[in-house]
């Protein structure tokens, strides 16, 4: 290995090696078909350390969003961490690879400190790990007959909680979406909850909920009518889904509408927000009004999700 020319950068030991990687090796061939194909960067299968999942991700012209020039990226990445992981903190030390495949010596990076990785912060590396010049520079036996290999090694040291959290994301310009649904044969809708089909807004499945005869306090006077989450099952417990809706029954004859608005965070443990006294069934059911008309009404939404609150 000839004498490279490192850039400076602060608590970084480089060091040569024999000794191959204890936790993971990453070779790759046919390194040029990766910029030929336009893929920036090359990650590695997940593999296992200090009992945590991690793996490997590779630039080979460098990290473009953090405006890397003339190097190649190498990053550890912990896998398998989510947002809701946010609260934790995995501590380890990591040492990155380098073949030179002329001597059989590893060219090695590691930070002089240990770094917490958590679902907010889930890599850790070099962005300028060597430069291309060096890379490709065949004396340094780093790059030989378009193949390269990279490796790994991480010891956890220590894991610590930093409590619980909450993260607000507000939709910025929130868009409100109508949906309309056609009810034919009202008279004859024996169900206790007569449900809509579902509809999407603001990435959320919904349906109306209609009680032909009641609901609550409702029950044997009024329509009842609410709005769900068509699958609040799938929701993680401690979201909640800031929304603001009006549910609507047009009158047909006269253009008039019998309305109700309101704004409710939903979420699994309250999947439904509405009104028991809607509007009363004889009023609905009345001739000289027009709300029914051959047996048909129909129920209207008009929905804006404003804001998901997740648990840290």
């Not at 194909?37 to 009992?51: C, P, R, V």
């Not at 398998?80 to 990155?96: D, E, M, Y």
């Not at 309309?180 to 909850?193: A, E, G, H, L, P």
């Not at 006077?221 to 609507?248: Q, V």
Request: aromatic share 14%; with cysteine.
């Amino acid at each position: 290995m000839t004498s490279l020319n490192f850039d400076d950068q602060d608590g970084v030991l480089r060091s040569i090696t024999d000794a191959p990687p204890t936790h993971y090796t990453l070779k790759i061939e046919s390194l040029s078909t990766l910029t030929k194909n336009s893929l920036e960067k090359y990650e590695s299968g997940e593999f296992e350390a200090g009992g945590y999942k991690w793996k490997l991700v590779f630039y080979p012209n460098g990290n473009k969003s953090k405006n890397v020039k003339d190097h190649i990226s190498l990053y550890l990445v912990m896998a398998g961490a989510n947002t809701s992981q946010i609260h934790w903190g995995v501590h380890a030390v990591f040492r990155l690879f380098l073949l030179d495949q002329n001597t059989g010596n590893y060219f090695v990076f590691q930070e002089q400190k240990e770094r917490r990785f958590h679902a907010m912060k889930l890599d850790w590396g070099f962005d300028q790990f060597l430069s291309l010049k060096d890379f490709t520079e065949a004396s340094n036996g780093f790059l030989m007959d378009d193949t390269c290999v990279f490796g790994a090694e991480v010891f956890v040291s220590k894991e610590r909680s930093t409590g619980k959290g909450e993260c607000l994301s507000m939709v910025k310009d929130a868009v409100m979406y109508k949906h309309v649904w056609k009810i034919d044969s009202f008279s004859k809708t024996n169900r206790y909850c007569h449900d809509s089909e579902t509809f999407s807004s603001g990435d959320q499945k919904w349906k109306i909920q209609l009680y032909p005869k009641g609901k609550g306090i409702g029950t044997g006077s009024h329509l009842s009518l609410y709005l769900a989450l068509a699958d609040p099952i799938s929701l993680p417990r401690d979201t909640k889904i800031y929304t603001e809706f009006t549910l609507r029954i047009p009158e047909q004859k006269y253009q008039l509408h019998q309305y109700n608005k309101a704004s409710f965070w939903f979420s699994a443990s309250n999947p439904e927000r509405g009104w028991e006294k809607f509007i009363t069934l004889s009023f609905l059911t009345s001739t000289g009004m027009g709300f029914l008309v051959k047996d048909t009404c129909t129920v209207e939404v008009e929905i804006t999700v404003h804001g998901i609150f997740n648990a840290l």
